[in-house]
């Protein structure tokens, strides 16, 4: 006779505690797993990719919007390549991209440190900074267009201080028009990427910092060393996001300019509203909307395989 556990055991019995019951693992597709998500998954397939198709299609017709259309093959994309305004607006896109993808990210990453951790009013600055995103980037166009006015409050500013030759209707230059309408999508988009960043580097370990910082290393060596290796997956998050936003600038475009003066402000994604619906080249307007498409693809890729994390 023995005593485990408090309880008495006759000679002879097998104290061998039962092997536990296998658990037995619910299929990864089952009845109520995955059938939930098949109207969704519909609803994409038929929203997106569908009408995707149809806009590919008609890309190589002569479709006016009404009536029968006949099939052009190449000369759509024939146009678009040889009209000069076509082409300009592919010029405006790029740069349009290019600036914003460099100052939104440069100066929400500097917002995004400034406010990350020791500034006792960070959490009133991140939401003042933010703010802008949530507001209608058509309101917030009207305003600027406001204060890019000849009788607007920047102008006003210029005479107060006393730079009245600077004065001019800034949307009206057309080698200024370009830069007022990149000024606004910045500024209005810098809070949307401070967030991103402000994410990425609450997983920066203190202990890491203050081990750089003892061992002799500057504010850049610790930034370069620690901070921006630890953050890479925000920083590709945050610069293919701002890619495809600026590529698809549409609305700042629409609202401050117009796409002028002349064509010196049109954009791709301008371009195919107008040829769509202005001029009813529908034809035309779907070659351009799918040369944007390639664009956006082609340079996420890129941007992609740039920015990806080589470590493993």
Same mark, same amino acid.
């Given at each position: ?88 607006? +592919?010029?405006?896109?790029?740069? $349009? *991209? #290019?600036?914003? /993808? ?5 100066? @929400? &990453?500097?917002? !995004? ?81 401070? +967030?991103?960043?402000?994410?990425? $580097? *609450? #997983?920066?370990? /203190? ?5 750089? @910082? &003892?061992?002799? !290393? ?95």
């Amino acid at each position: 006779m023995t005593i485990t556990n408090g309880r008495i055991i006759p000679s002879g019995t097998d104290t061998k505690e039962p092997d536990p019951a296998p658990v037995r693992r619910p299929s990864g597709i089952g009845f109520g797993r995955w059938w939930w998500a098949l109207p969704a998954v519909t609803l994409t397939i038929v929203v997106t990719y569908m009408a995707t198709a149809f806009g590919a299609f008609f890309a190589f017709t002569d479709w006016t919007g009404l009536g029968s259309f006949k099939f052009v093959g190449f000369d759509n994309f024939v146009q678009v390549a040889k009209d000069p305004a076509l082409v300009g607006s +592919v010029r405006n896109t790029l740069f $349009l *991209a #290019t600036g914003y /993808v460099v100052f939104t990210n440069l100066f @929400g &990453l500097l917002f !995004a440190l400034a406010l990350n951790r020791t500034l006792k009013t960070r959490f009133v600055l991140r939401a003042l900074i933010f703010m802008p995103v949530v507001l209608s980037s058509v309101a917030v166009s009207f305003i600027w267009k406001f204060v890019f006015a000849f009788d607007g409050p920047l102008n006003q500013f210029l005479s107060a201080v006393g730079l009245d030759s600077l004065k001019q209707d800034w949307l009206a230059n057309p080698s200024l028009a370009l830069w007022c309408i990149l000024a606004v999508m910045v500024w209005q988009n810098i809070g949307f990427v401070m +967030v991103i960043y402000l994410a990425g $580097l *609450a #997983t920066v370990p /203190v202990e890491l910092e203050e081990a750089a @910082g &003892l061992d002799g !290393a500057g504010v850049w060596q610790t930034f370069t060393g620690v901070v921006l290796p630890t953050i890479r997956p925000s920083v590709a998050i945050a610069t293919v996001l701002t890619l495809i936003q600026g590529l698809s600038v549409f609305d700042q475009v629409l609202t401050l300019t117009g796409g002028g003066p002349g064509d010196a402000t049109q954009t791709l994604a301008s371009q195919i509203y107008q040829q769509t619906f202005v001029y009813g080249a529908f034809g035309l307007g779907a070659a351009a909307a799918l040369v944007l498409t390639v664009f956006i693809l082609i340079l996420a890729v890129v941007q992609q395989v740039v920015v990806r994390d080589r470590s493993n």
